[in-house]
């Protein structure tokens, strides 16, 4: 079935550094693809996504290109800031089928 | 934008009890919700999908006896967790989503953490 891998955290960085939360899926055909962030105390929150192969994504400085030939979605961003701390969810869905996520990357961010 | 609330926050009961999780869209009309579960270290599982006023469509391997799901009204749905065992120990999530939106238009509460001792 379709399955998404996050990269495994947690991730800690300090201020301004660069983000990269690696993202890879399994998947008969193309799926739309997805970031999902979760800050402390809050339910999830659509982040970005992009529905075709090449697509970028991009929201809050933050980016993801649908790469088809390595099947990647990798979450990037140039610097980071202490609010950037949150638990990030990459997933995947064919038209309107259901959210198929990944285990989730939770990073911090120190001053 | 849009909230989605749930209670409680965090839960603890002793094996063989029942714990019901609330979740509730606060500023619009949920007519579908969606419960998932999510175990340490593990992906985020769609357990099922309610819309209001029928029963839950439930997914592959999800007990539907033991997870009752109650979409009584357009803002609240309800999640009982039966005779529950500490393997039922779990984070519990729930999101909504509102009439003629996309299923990119979900919105999600923050979770209960349920643990059975």
């Known amino acids: 079935g379709d399955s998404v891998t996050q990269m495994e955290g947690p991730v800690t960085l300090s201020e301004e550094a660069f983000l990269t939360i690696n993202c890879t899926y399994t998947?008969?055909?193309?799926?739309?693809l997805f970031w999902y962030v979760q800050y402390p105390g809050e339910g999830l929150q659509l982040l970005l996504k992009?529905?075709?192969?090449?697509d970028k994504g991009s929201n809050k400085g933050f980016e993801a290109t649908y790469r088809k030939e390595t099947t990647s979605f990798h979450l990037e961003k140039g610097s980071v800031q202490v609010s950037d701390s949150a638990v990030y969810f990459c997933a995947l869905r064919f038209g309107n089928e259901k959210l198929t996520f990944g285990t989730g990357t939770r990073l911090t961010i120190i001053p | 934008g849009a909230v989605v609330s749930q209670h409680p926050s965090w839960v603890i009961c002793k094996s063989g009890t029942s714990v019901k999780i609330e979740c509730r869209s606060l500023d619009f009309q949920a007519t579908t919700m969606f419960w998932y579960r999510q175990f340490p270290k593990q992906s985020l599982m769609l357990m099922a999908t309610?819309?209001?006023?029928?029963?839950?469509?439930?997914e592959q391997g999800v007990e539907k006896d033991k997870f009752l799901i109650n979409h009584a009204s357009l803002t609240l749905s309800t999640l009982t967790v039966t005779s529950a065992h500490p393997e039922d120990s779990s984070f519990y999530i729930c999101?909504?989503?509102?009439?003629?939106?996309?299923?990119?238009?979900?919105?999600f509460g923050p979770g209960t953490r349920l643990t059975v001792l």
């Open positions: 309610s819309n209001e006023g029928s029963k839950a469509t439930y």
């Open positions: 992009a529905t075709k192969a090449d």
């Open positions: 999101s909504a989503r509102a009439a003629g939106k996309s299923t990119d238009t979900q919105y």
């Open positions: 998947a008969t055909g193309y799926p739309s």
